[in-house]
C-alpha cells in the first residue's frame, strides 16, 4: 500500500474519532456507532498495510 492509502486510512480514523465525540456529546448512539465502525475499518486496513510492509 502505497502513502496515500495510509494517508486515508488515518483521515478515516481521525473522522471516527469525530463522529464519536460528537456522538457522545449529543447523546446520538447512532453516530457514535458510525465512529466507532469507522476506527475499526481504519485499524483493519492499517494491519492490512502492516501485514504486506512485512513481506516486502
Known amino acids: ?3 496515500d492509502d495510509k494517508i486515508k486510512n488515518a483521515a478515516q480514523d481521525l473522522a ?3 463522529k464519536e ?3 457522545k456529546a449529543t447523546d446520538n448512539e447512532r453516530l457514535e456507532a ?6 475499526a475499518e ?6 492490512g498495510e ?3 510492509d512485512t513481506f516486502r
Open 1 to 3: 500500500m502505497g502513502m
Open 16 to 18: 471516527g474519532k469525530g
Open 21 to 23: 465525540a460528537v456522538g
Open 34 to 39: 458510525e465512529g466507532d465502525k469507522d476506527q
Open 42 to 47: 481504519a485499524k483493519v486496513k492499517k494491519v
Open 50 to 52: 502492516d501485514v504486506k
